[in-house]
């Protein structure tokens, strides 16, 4: 779901179900730098949570379960948000650039409070954890900082969504092909 400028880097086919699983406990996609900069630009309001998406196993396996779970906590952030590494290339760029002096890493979870960068878990904080020790991160950092009630849904709608445990080599390139390195 390209809005222009650079193309996709995968199908995006291939790619909507790991777009999906956040959408389902209500984080809303930024597809373009604009609406990254209206929803925690300097002029955004509340605490809001920022995905950096991505095709890699630690975001299947670890970020995107570990911020699902982390919305089921009894407090959460005002807003949820996610930019989609590969994808949206132009956004994500923007999305990174809020966060000043933090290397560019996919996966990474931000959390910005009125517009400021509160904390980060990028890549190198991911890997290797399990998803409940990523909630339970985020959760403190809820707990700290956010005021709205939780969960984003209900706990017998969280406890329909199924997870997509695919990796971004098997994921092909936007207009076939495969990734690097695989044949």
Request: charged share 20%; hydrophobic share 35%; proline share 8%.
């Amino acid at each position: 779901m390209s809005t222009g400028g650079q193309p996709p880097m995968y199908d995006p086919e291939a790619v909507k179900p790991m777009r999906e699983e956040l959408v389902q406990v209500g984080v809303k996609e930024l597809l373009t730098p604009e609406d990254v900069e209206s929803a925690i630009g300097e002029n955004s309001t509340g605490i809001s949570l920022l995905v950096v998406n991505s095709v890699c196993g630690c975001a299947a396996g670890g970020a995107r379960p570990g911020v699902m779970l982390s919305l089921q906590n009894d407090l959460i952030p005002d807003n949820s948000y996610s930019v989609f590494a590969g994808m949206e290339r132009e956004a994500v760029d923007k999305a990174r650039g809020l966060m000043k002096d933090v290397p560019p890493s996919s996966p990474c979870i931000a959390i910005f409070n009125e517009g400021e960068l509160f904390g980060v878990l990028p890549r190198q904080q991911i890997e290797g954890r399990s998803a409940v020790e990523i909630s339970e991160a985020l959760k403190n950092a809820f707990n700290q900082v956010c005021s709205r009630k939780g969960p984003s849904i209900s706990k017998e709608e969280f406890e329909k969504i199924t997870t997509q445990q695919s990796c971004g080599s098997q994921i092909p390139k936007f207009g076939g092909g495969v990734m690097p390195g695989n044949i």
